[in-house]
């Protein structure tokens, strides 16, 4: 999994679970379409394995499942499951987003 | 001109079965995509690698959260089994290294070494029969997942296991004729024949150890086992882990006191003489303990999260 150097440092958003759950939230895709969404948005580029595997560990938990393709490639999309999933996981990002930003505010209100 | 694809299904082969059923045309079909007929870089296929290693401990039961208890007991037991079997290779290398070490400490040095040493030789003796406790409790789900259509499953890796077994065995005989005929400095790295040919009968050893480990993986996984026996197996996976903790115990205070009072034993040069006591096989061999002492440790709080969740 490679970042682009601009997002190196303090992120918390490269975990494939996550990365997948956010681009099938916008409709379902196939393995590619998922690996260039993610690093469309994400600037991440999960390997064959990482993305794989995450896909693997999603539809066993059942946040994912696959439907029928046209021809080899098989799209997935995202379950209920899988949208209250990544409801509470951005629900939880948010309040720490909300808490750095204003404590941010508080540190250079601060220093001015 | 269009560039032919990339042939990935030898890539695919790496994964289990199960999963190469289940996602391997998706799969095939994302490497075509991503590569768009070139060749994959090294990145690309070490990725695949780790996944489908992933895969295969996952479906073994070493990694990843099981839905019920028994499964994760189960692959609890097996990855301190694996341990166990990096931890006799490591064994083996201490045991040929610390060969004769009290002859060569001076008068009066050799107790601390010594207690090291038998503790070494002790619980590795005691966790040899450990596993054969268990061995023997799996044994009647064994032949039971034998009978009921294993054999054809497993047959070519236990024929390939056995092959192993006995090629080690016999190779035993020749190398300790050839041994009596040489003095301890030639059987320890003085000969370069005979060094080489107890290398390649070390890596026999390692081939052996891999290819039941191998057996036991597959096997287990599809053997129906009493609550029971996961038990008892569980208790003496424990048990096997513990012991190896104390033996990389016992190895790093054997290796301190030999180091103090007779490096140069250590480096096989003279008696006396000025040497450093660290040399390369034993930084490996206790490298290689702690590593497996590490991964008992993870099997052993597998188990025991199998058993909160029980």
Known sequence: MKKTPANEGLRRTNDPPFLILTSLAS??????????????????????????????????????????????????????AGSASLTSAVADMRRLVDVSTARLRLAIGGFS | MKRRPYDATRLLKWYPPSWRSRYGDDFLAYVDDTLDGKRPTVGFVSSIALGAVRERAHESGLLGEHPTPAVQSRGGSLLVLCAWSVFMLAGATFSKTSEHFAKAMPAGSSSPARVGFDIVAGCGALGMILVLIGACVALPSFVAFLRSGGWTVARRRILHSLTLTVLALVAIVPLSLWSRHLNSVQRNGGDGAYSGAFIAWAVLIALTLVSWDRVALQCVARMALSSRVLRVEALLATGVSILMVTITAGAALWWVRVGSSAPWFLQGTSYGSSASPLTPNLILTLALMVVAACAGALGVSRIMRSRRHA
């Open chain 1, 27 to 80: 409709g379902p895709k196939h393995g590619h379409a998922l690996a260039k969404d993610i690093a469309a948005f994400a600037g991440v580029e999960l390997g064959p394995g990482a993305l794989y595997g995450a896909i693997t560990r999603l539809e066993e938990r059942g946040l994912i499942e696959p439907l029928d393709g046209e021809d080899r490639r098989r799209p997935y999309r995202i379950t209920e």
